[in-house]
């Protein structure tokens, strides 16, 4: 029992995080229009309204593990660029 908290790390460490990019995926949550922002910086976000939830995620970002085919996921590394724009 005492190391038992060894093995839930073990599993969480080989979980699959991360998302499908199939253009049906894109297109749930309206990413396949956003795919334009790939490569400008983060800094057009502050001007744009979204319809749905968004969130930007960064190299260091901590992001919880639901899925939601609704939620626009922006990509962010760590010069300020867009790297990615899908649904989750």
Known sequence: MRYSWLAF??????????TPTSSANLASCGADSLQ??????ADVLATMRFRTQMRVIGPDTAVT????????????????????VDCG
């Open 36 to 41: 334009t922002m790939v490569g400008q910086s």
């Open 65 to 84: 593990m639901d899925y939601s085919p609704e939620r626009i996921n922006i990509r962010v590394d760590g010069r300020g660029l867009i790297t990615a």
């Open 9 to 18: 790390l073990a599993c969480a460490a080989c979980a699959d995080t991360s």
